[in-house]
């Protein structure tokens, strides 16, 4: 058997005595706190030398509207006892307890309403709510709903028992050595050698020592900050931008016709706010109706200034894209940023109202599709993932446009967004001429696939289990040119 330590010891002693004592007795005998002696006697118990029980009492407690009802009667008993021969409806509305009182007796059947006059239902009684309100221990259901209306509140607390085991009386027949122990040796117990004379506390060495959980960043914050730093390795610079947009910004300057359906109220969250346009709106105006100065044709039709005023939650990050396009006509540009976007969506294990996107553009001279895929790629593959490959896709203001997909063993190939080359349609009013590689992609579907989680809802919840267990670093996969 593993050694005991002197507290164990003096534990066993007391339990020789009491045989089986509440944590609180022992503590005054053993002059400690009830946690502590718990602790010693999880310890005694590992060993088969003292049993642990947990119980748990319950009680009820009034609250303060409860502390009324029983000195005056619930209000159902208040209302009833109230109604009369004849008694009306605007008769007891007077009463004070009317309002929650009346709509109990209803729901309980306990009366009836005809031409205005309140009848009293036959043997009509609320005497069995009151006994559970008098003495909640026996009242069953009846208590669950005095809990429900707010009237009760239940309230658990608990004691431990400890009792000495027929192992644990063996050992104290034996006889325990309860000389006071010494963990530590100071600098003049080794100087003068008293050491030599001490009872040395014994320890085993095969035994793990507690479990620390230290202070960390939430593993989802932790992956964010992890894309943050590729991408500014890579040499991009960060943008940011407020999460109230106009719809100019997030469509009208990204050439979305303004009939889309993404525009409609089923994905967009629309605010009642207004932003005046930027200068050069009109060029945007222009391309839509007309194509501009280009050889589109653009979308036809009137182009209407008050719908792209109205405010949105940005829907995604490439409306800070565009701005900062606006903004910077020259080249070179080379930005990303990662913010939360916001979407009409019901929450379900793979879809929740917002989240977080990764934006990137790359606007130089002479860059081409092929170095747009060759950003992602490496991207990609500093963030772990080694097999990836693209398929054609369509978004509205990029040409031509792709779908990234990665390959995760169990789940097959999996689409991570969007990309392509803006249109002249989204360039052209800002003055730009050179092409702009840009992407979104799903921040959580990494975050997902990287943590192995198959519920989105966990990356914004606090699962203090779930944030425990998860390290603080991952192992990097060291690239081998991935599957085609």
């Not at 209803?106 to 069995?128: M, P, Q, W």
């Not at 105006?285 to 501009?292: I, K, L, S």
């Not at 944030?467 to 085609?484: L, N």
């Amino acid at each position: 058997m593993a050694e005991l330590t002197q507290n164990e010891k003096r534990l066993l002693a007391s339990l020789a005595q009491e045989q089986k004592a509440d944590a609180s007795r022992l503590a005054t005998m053993l002059d400690t706190s009830p946690e502590a002696v718990v602790q010693w006697a999880h310890l005694a118990e590992e060993k088969g030398l003292v049993s642990l029980e947990r119980i748990v009492n319950k009680a009820f407690v009034y609250t303060d509207e409860g502390k009324q009802y029983v000195q005056n009667g619930l209000p159902e008993t208040q209302i009833l006892a109230a109604i009369g021969q004849g008694s009306t409806l605007s008769d007891l509305q007077k009463h004070a307890a009317f309002k929650i009182g009346f709509g109990q007796l209803r729901k309980k059947g306990l009366i009836s309403v005809s031409n205005g006059t309140v009848i009293k239902a036959e043997g009509a009684s609320t005497a069995d709510d009151e006994a559970a309100l008098k003495n909640p221990k026996t009242g069953g259901q009846r208590v669950k709903d005095l809990i429900r209306r707010g009237i009760l509140q239940e309230t658990e607390s608990a004691v431990y028992s400890v009792g000495i085991t027929a192992a644990g009386r063996e050992l104290v027949n034996r006889g325990l050595d309860l000389r006071e122990e010494i963990g530590a040796l100071t600098r003049d117990q080794i100087l003068s050698g008293a050491w030599k004379d001490a009872t040395l506390r014994r320890y085993d060495i095969t035994k793990l020592p507690k479990r620390v959980y230290p202070g960390k960043t939430h593993p989802y914050q932790r992956l964010i900050e992890e894309m943050r730093q590729v991408l500014l390795e890579m040499g991009f610079t960060e943008i940011y931008g407020e999460i109230v947009q106009s719809s100019f910004w997030n469509f009208d300057a990204l050439f979305q016709p303004q009939d889309h359906p993404a525009r409609e109220m089923q994905d967009t969250f629309y605010l009642k706010e207004r932003l005046p346009l930027p200068d050069g709106w009109e060029r945007v105006r222009d391309m839509h109706e007309r194509g501009g100065d280009t050889s589109s044709t653009g979308w036809g039709g009137t182009w209407n200034v008050e719908k792209a005023e109205h405010c949105v939650l940005r829907t995604h990050t490439t409306a800070l894209s565009i701005q900062h396009l606006a903004a910077h006509p020259t080249p070179p540009v080379k930005a990303f940023c990662i913010s939360r976007v916001y979407r009409r969506e019901a929450i379900d294990p793979t879809h929740t109202p917002e989240f977080e996107q990764l934006e990137g553009i790359v606007m130089d001279k002479g860059v081409s599709f092929r170095d747009l895929l060759g950003y992602l790629r490496e991207f990609y593959m500093r963030m772990g993932f080694e097999d990836i490959r693209f398929r054609p896709g369509y978004f509205p203001y990029t040409e031509p446009s792709v779908e990234p997909e990665i390959y995760v063993d169990g789940l097959g190939w999996v689409e991570m967004g969007g990309a392509g080359i803006f249109r002249e349609e989204v360039t052209a009013p800002w003055g730009i001429t050179h092409p702009v590689l840009a992407w979104g992609l799903g921040v959580s579907r990494v975050a997902m696939l990287k943590m192995g989680l198959k519920d989105l809802r966990l990356l914004y919840r606090s699962d203090i289990e779930w944030i425990r267990e998860s390290p603080v670093c991952r192992e990097q996969r060291p690239s081998k040119g991935g599957r085609t």
